[in-house]
């Protein structure tokens, strides 16, 4: 594209979804070493417009499949690196991404790790989200103190001082080699710092919420206690890990029929049945029930894939 020349639409998603670095190659690890298939289950959206442009309920073959194994075997006869593979080799041996990715498992070493340990020990212990801004004024102290002292962390091995909470590293094995590496990265002093000064506006940011003063700051206990937060997300994501699970071993099954089988169990549903359904044609009254329910997901899943057309088509122009 020449100077002269407007961005288009279509250049300018391009440029923003091109990345590049730590980021892509870590990205990259994730889908090469420990891909989160397993635990993502199956591609809804494949499936519903696979439904409705061939109209076959098809589910593909997982990678346990003989015949999906025997694919990759026959792709990987050349003995040669795929494209994905090969970015990743040279990133690997590419000096600048090199000392990126240093400055990332240092920064995870010293901050990311130990924030994670203490957040969710309070988890663990109920304490209420509201109730923690000294914590999160802690960790943002340390940081302005790393950013002042940034040697402390880069040639220090002693974890009580180059740690957020003073605790052993969450992998020595890993501050070892970041020692034995940083002399072969001159980059890395300035690398580091300007990533702690993004993370300290952030952070600055964020705890500006338990700022002296503030709404929090000021509301009593008692009206923290009736406005509890969680900690963690862990509970949502528990659920949301039972969901792919479940959609693993019944990949066929829809969002309404797993959300009727979660209330069977858990709402005492089960009891309410047993009690109150004693003749036929109560049963036959939500076999109905049910399958006009299953119109209103047949319309759910065609709404979604009508609007990824349109998105799709939306891109092309």
Request: with cysteine; charged share 20%.
């Amino acid at each position: 594209m020449s100077g002269d020349e407007a961005e288009t639409a279509a250049q300018a998603r391009a440029v923003e979804r091109t990345t590049g670095g730590d980021l892509k190659t870590a990205q990259i690890a994730g889908a090469l070493l420990n891909h989160k298939d397993d635990k993502k289950g199956h591609h809804d959206l494949f499936h519903w417009w696979w439904d409705k442009n061939v109209g076959i309920n098809f589910t593909y073959p997982d990678t346990s499949n003989t015949w999906f194994g025997f694919m990759v075997k026959s792709k990987k006869g050349a003995k040669s690196f795929n494209h994905m593979e090969q970015n990743f080799w040279n990133a690997l041996h590419y000096k600048a991404t090199l000392t990126e990715l240093v400055a990332l498992a240092l920064y995870s070493q010293s901050f990311s790790h130990p924030y994670m340990h203490s957040i969710c020990a309070e988890a663990s212990h109920k304490t209420n989200m509201l109730d923690l801004g000294p914590l999160h004024h802690k960790f943002h102290d340390f940081i302005l103190y790393v950013i002042s002292q940034p040697l402390l962390v880069l040639n220090s091995t002693d974890y009580t001082t180059a740690t957020a909470d003073g605790q052993p590293w969450q992998s020595e094995e890993t501050i070892n080699k970041i020692q034995e590496l940083a002399p072969t990265l001159p980059n890395l002093k300035a690398l580091f710092l300007a990533g702690l000064q993004g993370t300290e506006e952030t952070w600055s940011h964020f705890i500006s919420e338990f700022a002296p003063g503030g709404l929090i700051d000021e509301a009593t206990q008692e009206e923290h206690d009736l406005a509890w937060l969680a900690p963690t997300n862990d509970v949502n994501e528990g659920a949301l890990g039972s969901f792919c699970l479940m959609m693993q071993r019944q990949p066929q099954l829809s969002l309404l029929g797993y959300n009727s089988q979660r209330m069977y169990f858990h709402n005492e549903t089960a009891e309410f049945m047993q009690k109150f359904f004693v003749e036929l044609e109560d049963h036959l009254f939500l076999h109905k029930a049910a399958q006009e329910a299953m119109g209103e997901d047949k319309k759910r899943k065609a709404a979604i894939i009508q609007f990824q057309e349109q998105k799709n088509a939306e891109q092309q122009e």
